[in-house]
């Protein structure tokens, strides 16, 4: 992936520069390698620090209204401290950790919805310039694929997947965002549950999952808790040992959640979280839905969706309002 911007900012022929990421897809907790290229403009200058930018596309949701936009999830400084002569060329390799909770854009290739992107931002005598940006690709850990895949071989179909703005309260949640997996139940759970919403929390020493039912169904009266939380380990363990655990969840949640349902619908429940928000489709992507029922692993294709990529597009027209980033 690359991208070269200009830096307009720091004067007509300024230096220009050109991020390249290594090729495949990234994993949460794992290193992102590359190298910066930069190419001096019509003067010498100082580059005073290289950042790059770990952005996400998200759903924020207001009193009045609901939008997208970009938040900064992490900053990593790469360089910097070097004078750049006049037309020179300088490269900067580079070799950063993602954040643990780093969203899942892809499985096995095939979009999910999410939009990361990595930025680049120069700082050169004193003024600071946001270089383009491209998007990120990002897989799931080992311990997330297999549970994806336990739901799969349960029977389950996925849905879409969403970033939404927000804390999920009683979670060791350290991002700004968290990413929701929506996913269908087979036809013989279709009357218990219609959906379940999955959020996966990772940490050095394990992941927290957090699992709902039926979150825009309405079903739930109010003050109801329905979020249901379970740990596991990134251990390897044997797929039918996962499918077990997953099973073990499910049964947990549908049963906490027809104890709880009313026989008519109340006022919608949802997440205890510190921001409100919606479930909808990807943030810069629309994802065809699976239809209920469907038994869809993720060998067997669980990810069996059409994605209308705006990647490209994702970020125009949000340089400002960066709430999430820090200077």
């Given at each position: ?16 520069v ?34 790059l ?23 990593f ?48 005598a ?33 849905k ?78 044997p ?53 209920a ?35």
């Amino acid at each position: 992936m690359v991208f070269k911007k200009l830096l307009g900012a720091l004067g007509v022929g300024g230096p220009s520069v050109d991020t390249v990421l290594q090729p495949g897809p990234a994993l949460p907790g794992g290193p992102l390698s590359g190298e910066v290229r930069l190419r001096g403009g019509g003067t010498d200058v100082t580059v005073e620090q290289i950042s790059l930018l770990l952005v996400a596309r998200v759903e924020v949701e207001g009193h009045d209204e609901e939008h997208d936009s970009t938040v900064v999830l992490e900053r990593f400084t790469v360089g910097g401290g070097f004078r750049l002569a006049q037309d020179a060329e300088h490269t900067v390799p580079f070799t950063v950790t993602l954040p643990w909770e780093t969203p899942v854009t892809q499985l096995h290739g095939q979009p999910l919805g999410p939009v990361l992107g990595i930025r680049t931002e120069l700082e050169v005598a004193g003024a600071r310039d946001k270089g383009d940006q491209d998007a990120l690709a990002v897989g799931p850990l080992p311990a997330q694929e297999a549970i994806l895949e336990a739901f799969g071989q349960l029977g389950y179909g996925f849905k879409s997947a969403d970033l939404e703005l927000g804390h999920i309260r009683g979670t060791g949640q350290r991002l700004p965002c968290y990413q929701e997996i929506e996913i269908v139940p087979p036809a013989g759970q279709a009357h218990a549950v219609n959906e379940i919403e999955v959020t996966f929390l990772a940490a050095p020493d394990g992941l927290e999952v957090v699992i709902e039912a039926d979150k825009r169904a309405g079903l739930f009266s109010g003050g109801q808790d329905t979020v249901h939380r379970f740990t596991t380990s990134h251990h390897a363990v044997p797929q039918a040992d996962r499918n077990a655990e997953v099973d073990a969840w499910l049964q947990q949640v549908i049963g906490a959640h027809a104890a709880h349902a009313a026989p008519y619908p109340y006022a919608q429940g949802g997440h205890h979280h510190d921001d409100h928000h919606r479930s909808g489709p990807g943030t810069g992507a629309v994802v065809a839905g699976v239809a209920a029922g469907a038994a869809v692993g993720v060998v067997g294709g669980m990810v069996a969706a059409e994605v209308i990529d705006e990647i490209g597009d994702a970020f125009e027209g949000d340089e400002e309002g960066e709430g999430a980033e820090e200077e």
